[in-house]
């Protein structure tokens, strides 16, 4: 399975980013797919996730400003994110989760995301 990720850039303080996250491959082997970021200094952290049932599931930090929904015949999941601050500067990753196990075991390259205040 290979992720790209795309959509990451400079937004100033109360502005809107798409992410996106096309997976190719043996994709029938993912059961989740995710959405990380880690910022320089801290751990990373998980943001969203939706399984392949269409549930979905946030972290405590999004705070509902945070979407993620897929697109099953681009093979691709988004992740909109709004009300952006300059604290969720961080590279962004996309993660997949197999069905045969429970940790995410591809990963794509990773996206920046800076917010300017």
């Known amino acids: 399975v290979q992720l790209q990720a795309s959509g990451g850039g400079l937004v100033q303080a109360g502005g809107s980013l798409r992410l996106s996250c096309e997976a190719s491959?043996?994709?029938?082997?993912?059961?989740?797919m995710a959405w990380f970021r880690q910022a320089p200094g801290k751990e990373r952290e998980l943001l969203a996730s939706?399984?392949?049932?269409?549930?979905?599931m946030y972290g405590d930090s999004v705070g509902g400003r945070f979407t993620i929904s897929r697109d099953i015949a681009k093979n691709t999941v988004h992740l909109q994110m709004n009300s952006l601050e300059p604290e969720d500067t961080a590279v962004y990753f996309c993660?997949?989760?197999?069905?045969?196990?429970?940790?995410?075991?591809?990963w794509g390259q990773g996206t920046q995301v800076t917010v300017s205040s």
């Open positions: 491959g043996s994709i029938f082997s993912i059961i989740t």
């Open positions: 939706i399984s392949s049932d269409g549930s979905t």
């Open positions: 993660a997949a989760k197999p069905r045969t196990k429970n940790d995410y075991d591809y």
